[in-house]
């Protein structure tokens, strides 16, 4: 079992930069994929990146490819998001969810309480 905790929302300017965390516990993290989603007010919640167990690979929405970036450290139990010109559109509640298939975000099985991002224009 994994249980997460996400850190490092706040309020940012557009064009700013922030940076999350996601601690888990349990024994199994350095052993499963990890996901960063968002749900906008009034919206589904999507997918943002995967990482896979060991952090060699990476994959991310279109709409934040070249702006955010995913890693972890699995001797800290941490995986982390980096968030670089960020837009009022990034505006949302941040999830972090261990996944049991890299290649699908729908695998998340276990999930954070989320952490809230507002950027302001």
């Known amino acids: 079992q994994v249980q997460l905790v996400e850190s490092g929302g706040g309020l940012v300017q557009a064009g700013g930069s922030l940076s999350l965390s996601c601690a888990a516990s349990?024994?199994?993290?350095?052993?499963?994929?990890m996901g960063w989603f968002r749900q906008a007010p009034g919206k589904e919640r999507e997918f943002v990146a995967a990482i896979s167990w060991s952090g060699d690979n990476t994959y991310y929405a279109d709409s934040v490819q070249g702006r955010f970036t995913i890693s972890r450290d699995n001797a800290k139990n941490t995986a982390y998001l980096q968030m670089k010109i960020l837009k009022p559109e990034d505006t949302a509640v941040y999830y972090c969810?261990?996944?049991?298939?890299?290649?699908?975000?729908?695998?998340?099985?276990?999930w954070g309480q989320g952490t809230q991002v507002t950027v302001s224009s």
């Open positions: 349990g024994r199994t993290f350095s052993s499963r994929p």
């Open positions: 969810a261990a996944l049991s298939d890299y290649d699908d975000p729908g695998t998340g099985d276990y």
